[in-house]
Structures are given as structure tokens and as C-alpha cells.
């Protein structure tokens, strides 16, 4: 095995000179997480001094610390204030500036949220908190709210209520497995909750979304994968950020899962002075499908409080997302979003590709701003569509059960529903022609 030179310094420092050979066991890297300052400067001979130090002192009171020795073995010690790494993983004091637009549950998970650990959003899926804790603390973490509270793990009694609701909501057909990260679980508790979970006849797929890939590749072993493979479908999404991420230790655990089966992709955060660059994402993208990982999405920076400082206007987005289309495989293309505050969901957004527009053609412009026509078909007769599939000659057989309701745009778009407009609750001007109506 090779250990570089930074593993065996903080390996020794750790643990005083033992075996070099637990560093790839991922529960003594659990065990000698970095949680506290002096460790922090013990450990990586970085000091800190007087206002900086008490400052760094009360960040870390408010938002814990902790970081795993592999992940603090990618911080480079001689240039830190500008690694990315040492960015994510310990913060600064900035993080005590809480702006007016900050919430602490921006995405109104909590109100979302039917029954303890579920938030159901969308029609079809739902997001289960299978624990609240993590590895390491990721500073621009968007449920900044809930980290470090005293190392909660729920018992197989609160999973239960979750699991309980998924069973009773036939629509439910993914169940995406969150936290904290899914993977600080022991084995025989994943286990069982797949168990659970894929024992439902209605759920049709599972995804864990992981950064243990990022921060703790050792989690990755073998045992864990036989267990994950008992309940294909399984999708992995993990959590880089940063091209200097992916390392030997860190390409391993891909290759495990990939060759476990598993289809794997990545969700990044957009983060000032670490990721805002279009080269670094797209040297990023490419280590990630070098290493069988679909970039999924590039998410906008919440606005969870103390995350000021991570985040970027929404131009800087657009522009790197027009650095990628064209510019390099399709499949190695995220899908920009914007998480709306309040709850609204994942709303992607793009750079403007159709130009104008007349009855039959569509002016369009490519990457290299080529301005294109596309002349529309003379005729194309529409489909009127009742949503009877069974008098419809697309022949589409569905299911019982698998027919549902449209609701907002889809529903504006649709022959069957008479409804022209969807229109802000309490609005006044409508409110205004129901008390004049009142009058006559
Ligand atoms: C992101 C998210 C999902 C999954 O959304 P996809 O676009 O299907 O990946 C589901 N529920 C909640 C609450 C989410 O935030």
C-alpha cells in the first residue's frame, strides 16, 4: 500500500507513531475526526492567532467541526487560505454573518415535511433524512440547522415512521436517502432500511445521495457493496466539487461502485473562490466521467444562513453552463438549479438559446453564435388529448394507477383542462371583481 507523505505525517500525529495501516479503515478515520481547533493546529501545524483564533472559536460553537484525517491530508498546508479544500472542510468566521435574506430552513424542508425525516416535494418522490450526521461538516452544508445536533442517529423506531409513511402513499415511486449522510450507518441498519424500503411494492427505485466518495472513501468497502446490491435499482449521487478532490482513494471507491452496478452522479454547489471558474468545473466534469460519474446537477448556493460568503450572482452559473454546452459531451453537462426558497423545488436554469420566433420557424443560435433557422413542420395536426390512452392510436398501455392529475404549466398546456391561468393566492384585483360582484 502507498501512503503519501502527508497521510503518514497525520497518521503519526494522530496516533502517536502506530500502525499507518488503520488509515484505510474507515471507522478509526470516524474515530479521529478533527472536531476542535487545537486538534485542527496540532494535527496540521497551521496556528491561529488572537481575534482570528476566538472568532474561529465561536464559529465552530455555532457550526461544529469536523473533518476526517484523509480529507484534512488534501488541504495543502503551505498555501490553505486559498485551497479548496480547507475552504469546504473548516470554514471561516465569516460564516457568523447572517444576512436579511438568510433563513435557517431556506428550502422549507421542515414545513414539508408529513411525518419526522420525510420532506414530500414533489409528486412521485420523496427525500428521507436517514441521519444528521456526516463525516465531515461541509461549511456551505444547506442544512447548516441541523448539523452536529448531538450526534442523533435515529433508532429503527423513528426509520420506521418514515418507511410507514412511503408504504402508505402509493404515489411515491423513488425514495431518495439523505441526511446527514446515509453511509454513516452501520452496515446491518442499511441493510435492514433497503430491506424495507425496496420490500414496498410501489417503490421502483432507491437513490443514496453520499459524499463518503469525497471525504471518507474507505466507507466504500466491499461489505457494503454486497449489501447494496440485494436491492438494484440503487443510484449513487455523491458530492464534488473540486477537480483536486478526486484522488487515488477517491477513484477507487467510483470504481467500486461502478463496477457494483450502481450508476453514479454528481451534485455540486456552486461555491465562491472555490468552484466559480468554468476551467475548474470543467476539469472537474472531466475527472468525473473519467471515472464513470454522470455530472447530474450544479446547484445554486442556498440561502442557509452564514453561506453569504460561498455564494455567486446566478450570471456566474449561466456563464459557466455557457462554457459547457458545445464546448464538451453532453453527458458531462450538469443541469444548472436554483433550489427555491419557500419550497418550490429544483428550477433549472440556461443560457438563452432560441433567439425569436414567427408561426413556422424558430430562430436559434449555437455555442459558437451561429444564428440558425429551423423551419417548422407545414403541418402537424394536433392530437387532441382527453387522457382516454385507451381511444388514443399512440398505443400507449399504461397501468392502472399510473395515470395522474396534471397540475401547474403541464396542466395550462392540456386539452382536457379548461383552466387559463394559475393565478397568486389572495390576489387583489381578483378579490376586487369578487366584492364588486357582491355589489350588484
Ligand atoms: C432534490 C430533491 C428531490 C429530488 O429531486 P430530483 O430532481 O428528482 O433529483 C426530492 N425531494 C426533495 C425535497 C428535494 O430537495
Known sequence: MIFDEAQQEIAKRIDNNKNISNWRNWKWQLKHAIKSLDQFETITGINFKGK?????EKTFD????????????????????????????????????TQPSELSDPLAEDHDSPVEGITHRYPDRVLFHVSNICSMYCRHCTRKRKVGDVDFVPTKDQLRKGIEYIRKTPQVRDVLLSGGDPFMLPDEKIDWLLSEISSIEHVEVIRIGTRMPVVLPYRITDELISILKKYQPVWINTHFNHPREITTS??????????????????????????????????????????????????????????????????????IMESLVGHTSGFARPTYVIDAPGGGGKIPVMPN??????TNRVVLRNYEGVITTYKEPDSYEAKFCDRDCESCNLDLELGEGNESDAIGIEMLLQDENDTISLVPENNERLQRRDDNAGQD
Open 52 to 56: 482570528e483564533r476566538k472568532d474561529l
Open 62 to 97: 455555532r457550526f461544529p467541526l469536523s473533518i476526517t484525517p484523509y480529507y484534512l491530508s488534501l488541504i495543502d498546508p503551505e498555501n490553505f487560505r486559498n485551497d479548496p479544500v480547507f475552504k469546504q472542510a473548516f470554514g471561516g468566521i465569516e460564516e457568523l454573518i
Open 250 to 319: 477517491s477513484k477507487e471507491a467510483l470504481a467500486r461502485l461502478a463496477d457494483g452496478g450502481f450508476p453514479l452522479g454528481n451534485q455540486s454547489v456552486l461555491l465562491a473562490d472555490v468552484n466559480d471558474c468554468p476551467r475548474i468545473m470543467k476539469s472537474l466534469l472531466h475527472k468525473l466521467v473519467r471515472n464513470r460519474v454522470r455530472p447530474y446537477y450544479l446547484y445554486q448556493c442556498d440561502l442557509s444562513e452564514g453561506l453569504s460568503h460561498f455564494r455567486t450572482p446566478i450570471g456566474k452559473g449561466i456563464e
Open 353 to 358: 438559446y432560441i433567439i425569436s420566433w414567427s
